[in-house]
């Protein structure tokens, strides 16, 4: 059936490093995708997304790769800092679950921890 | 920042009380969501809304209900708490149907 999940379940960087957050997918027809972090005790915030028409996407410090043929999604994080830690979550959109109801799939989540 | 309200934020009640946790918006999103996420896992949507009046079940099977009576309001009830409902419960919402905002949470503790 459809999932999204990440190859690291938790990653461990050192401050100012750059941090890379995977995510595979496996419907092709998904055709939008986003990211979100989640801070301990708090709900989900978005990041950055992506459409399926797009290879790359950068926003402030964190940059969205998506390669279709192999159905990989990257978050890239620069110059990590310690307010970076948290869990980050892939979503998926597959407009054939009805794109207008926002019916995301979401995957297991990686850890970042950001150590000073 | 997202203008999305969850009330209460923690809550722990016994087993058989009846509940009702609130989530209001004041973005003037016409579509609501509820998603059900046990603590390091992923997030399963158990009830949305496209509008006043219209609701519908999740992917996740919920014995919890919704209402959707005002555009910004849109709370979730369970009649007869038991421990397997104890989770955080997220509402969220959206204007695209894509992009969604989330609210801050409600931890539910059923003892």
């Known amino acids: 059936g459809e999932s999204v999940g990440l190859h690291l379940p938790t990653l461990s960087v050192q401050e100012g490093d750059n941090s890379i957050i995977n995510c595979a997918y496996s419907?092709?027809?998904?055709?939008?995708f986003i990211w979100y972090k989640q801070e301990s005790g708090k709900g989900p915030q978005f990041i950055i997304d992506?459409?399926?028409?797009?290879d790359k996407r950068q926003g402030q410090r964190v940059t969205v790769l998506l390669n279709k043929t192999v159905k990989h999604l990257s978050l890239q994080i620069a110059a990590t800092q310690p307010g970076d830690s948290a869990v980050y979550f892939c979503?998926?959109?597959?407009?054939?679950?009805?794109?207008?109801?926002?019916?995301?799939?979401f995957g297991q989540g990686t850890i970042l921890t950001v150590h000073p | 920042e997202a203008d999305i309200y969850q009330t209460p934020r923690y809550l722990v009640i016994g087993t058989g009380k009846k509940i009702t946790l609130e989530c209001s918006q004041t973005m003037g999103h016409d579509k609501m969501y509820w998603y059900q996420q046990d603590p390091g896992m992923e997030l399963h949507l158990i009830h949305y809304s496209y509008g006043v009046n219209s609701t519908e079940k999740g992917d996740l099977s919920s014995e919890s209900t919704v209402s959707r009576i005002r555009t910004e309001h849109f709370p979730l009830t369970l009649e007869s708490a038991r421990p397997s409902h104890t989770s955080q419960y997220l509402c969220?919402?959206?204007?695209?149907?894509?992009?969604?905002?989330f609210g801050e949470g409600s931890w539910l503790t059923v003892v």
């Open positions: 992506i459409r399926s028409n797009m």
């Open positions: 969220a919402s959206s204007i695209s149907g894509n992009t969604i905002y």
């Open positions: 979503a998926e959109n597959n407009p054939r679950r009805g794109t207008s109801y926002g019916k995301l799939t």
């Open positions: 419907n092709s027809a998904s055709d939008y």
